[in-house]
């Protein structure tokens, strides 16, 4: 026929490189019958599916995808599905999103069923609870608690704050500093 096997020499399960003749082009790593251009699949004792590395000893150093699913960047030991590592002696930035469309830039979705816990939208704005944050941080349907440190503002404006007994203090902030309004 027309496939070429480097493996054990027969058609079989246990090729290690299958080229399908059947639908030219798409190439199997120990996958007898590839359903994509590029199908590797492991075998019941490997731990890593696909690895790039800066050298011949590096194992992965660069990109790594484990067996278990987990993808890493920078690191041979990815202990997420996706973990993007930096070095103490990097300066280089551990991830960057350009958007330049009009879609959101980063979301978190922690269930199907609720509104989106956290997301960057195209403008910049931040938004934890909604899906449509209008200012630079829009926090909705929770609380902003600060246990230690301090909320520094700069500006201009009316803020309002919501102590934990209930009492409500509406103050101006000026270039000057605080204002009580009440």
């Not at 246990?14 to 492991?42: C, Q, T």
């Not at 349907?141 to 203090?169: A, C, E, M, Y």
């Amino acid at each position: 026929g027309n496939e070429l096997v480097i493996g054990t020499g027969t058609i079989d399960t246990a090729a290690i490189l299958w080229l399908e003749p059947s639908n030219p082009g798409l190439v199997g790593i120990n996958d007898h019958g590839p359903d994509a251009y590029l199908e590797v699949s492991a075998d019941s004792g490997a731990t890593d599916l696909f690895m790039l590395s800066s050298s011949e000893d590096a194992n992965g150093d660069r990109f790594v995808v484990k067996n278990s699913g987990n993808v890493g960047i920078n690191t041979t030991s990815p202990n997420a599905l996706l973990n993007v590592m930096t070095h103490s002696t990097d300066t280089k930035v551990a991830a960057n999103i350009s958007n330049y469309g009009s879609g959101n830039s980063f979301v978190v979705e922690d269930s199907a069923a609720d509104s989106t816990p956290f997301l960057i939208d195209a403008s910049g704005n931040v938004g934890i609870g909604t899906a449509t944050p209008q200012d630079l941080l829009n926090v909705v349907g929770g609380d902003l608690n600060v246990t230690t440190g301090n909320i520094t503002l700069n500006g201009t404006g009316v803020v309002g704050i919501l102590f934990d007994d209930g009492s409500f203090q509406s103050t101006s902030l000026t270039a000057a500093g605080w204002t009580d309004d009440g």
